[in-house]
C-alpha cells in the first residue's frame, strides 16, 4: 500500500515536498514514479528511481526543478519541487511497478500498485 502526502497550496517560485511512503512491503526492486493530473488533462509522468540502483528520470518539463529522492530506511520516496509554477497545479501520485523495462517507466500503465493522490494548488 503507497500513501501520499505533502501537498497543499504554495505560489509561484515557491517549493513543496511530497512524499510516498510503502507499508506492507519495501520498494526493493520496484520502480517508483510520481506522475501528476491536472484537470482536464491526461495523467502525465514526473519523475521516477529504480529504488535499488538509484537511477532517476524526469519528464522535460520538470527536469532542472524537481528531485527524486529515497530513504531506505523509512521506505520513503521523496519528490522534492522547486521553483513551482502554475502549471504544475495538479493532482500527484505516487505508484509502484515491478517489471517496469526502461521503455515503459514513463507509462502510468505500467505501473501495479497506486497511493491516493496529494493535490498541489500553484497560485500566481
Known amino acids: 500500500q503507497l500513501q501520499a502526502s505533502g501537498g497543499g497550496l504554495v505560489q509561484a517560485g515557491d517549493s513543496l515536498s511530497l512524499q510516498c511512503v510503502a507499508s506492507?512491503?519495501?520498494?526493493?526492486?520496484?520502480?517508483i514514479g510520481w506522475f501528476r493530473q491536472a484537470p482536464g488533462k491526461e495523467r502525465e509522468f514526473v519523475a521516477g528511481m529504480r529504488w535499488s540502483a538509484g537511477n532517476t528520470y524526469y519528464a522535460d518539463s520538470v527536469k532542472g526543478r524537481f528531485t527524486i529522492t529515497k530513504d531506505n530506511a523509512q521506505n520513503t520516496v521523496y519528490l522534492r519541487m522547486n521553483i513551482l509554477k502554475p502549471g504544475d497545479t495538479a493532482v500527484y501520485s505516487c505508484?509502484?511497478?515491478?517489471?517496469?523495462?526502461?521503455?515503459?517507466?514513463?507509462?502510468?500503465?505500467?505501473?501495479?500498485?497506486w497511493g491516493q493522490g496529494t493535490l498541489v494548488t500553484v497560485s500566481s
Open positions: 506492507g512491503d519495501t520498494f526493493r526492486g520496484y520502480t
Open positions: 505508484a509502484a511497478c515491478r517489471t517496469c523495462i526502461l521503455s515503459s517507466l514513463r507509462t502510468f500503465q505500467a505501473y501495479n500498485y
